[in-house]
T-cell receptor, first 114, second 115 residues
């Protein structure tokens, strides 16, 4: 079946540091890949997505590249801010399953200190 | 503004009582989903619906029920058969159920506490 594995958190960084959150996946066919962000007590917001190999999704300074050869979709940001503190979820949607629901990783909590 | 509303934000119930969580969307999306989130874990799919009057079980459907009588509404009932109902419940929708690239939009969630 499909699965998503994320690096465990929390990840604690100082403001303006470089961020990488690793995400690898197992899926049949050619899935679409997503990063969602969740702020405390709220629902999830789509951060970025990529729908085919070598696509780069980007938004608000965050980037992730769909690497089929390594089955990875790592999230990066060059300079984090305190306001980026949140939980980040990697997810996939596989066209080979009938339901189109997302399969999520367990989430990685990011804490950015001033 | 278009979006998904869930109510209430916090819900408290006694063990043995059924409780219904509301989810409404005005995005004109065909597909709707219910997920459960437990502390430190990812989201797990409870039920989903790709069209009105049709819904399918997800990975953890036992102890839950849903209905989809209207396109914009997808209420979730947590029954007394659900052994560990205390959790954060998230509703989502997507425009085109047949497309894997179609992102899902999430509501703000309902935190259910059963004592």
């Amino acid at each position: 079946g499909n699965s998503v594995t994320q690096m465990e958190g929390p990840v604690t960084l100082s403001e303006e540091a470089f961020l990488t959150i690793n995400c690898t996946y197992t899926a049949t066919g050619y899935p679409s890949l997503f990063w969602y962000v969740q702020y405390p007590g709220e629902g999830l917001q789509l951060l970025l997505k990529a729908t085919k190999a070598d696509d780069k999704g980007s938004n608000k300074g965050f980037e992730a590249t769909y690497r089929k050869e390594t089955t990875s979709f790592h999230l990066e940001k060059g300079s984090v801010q305190v306001s980026d503190s949140a939980v980040y979820f990697c997810a996939l949607s596989s066209p080979d399953t009938g339901r189109r629901a997302l399969t999520f990783g367990s989430g990685t909590r990011l804490q950015v200190q001033p | 503004d278009g979006g998904i509303t869930q109510s209430p934000k916090y819900l408290f119930r006694k063990e043995g009582q059924n409780v219904t969580l509301s989810c409404e969307q005005n995005l004109n999306h065909d597909a709707m989903y219910w997920y459960r989130q437990d502390p430190g874990q990812g989201l797990r799919l409870i039920y989903y619906s790709q069209i009105v009057n049709d819904f399918q079980k997800g990975d953890i459907a036992e102890g839950y029920s849903v209905s989809r009588e209207k396109k914009e509404s997808f209420p979730l009932t947590v029954t007394s058969a659900q052994k560990n109902p205390t959790a954060f419940y998230l509703c989502a929708s997507s425009q085109t159920p047949g497309q894997a690239y179609d992102e899902q939009y999430f509501g703000p969630g309902t935190r259910l506490t059963v004592t």
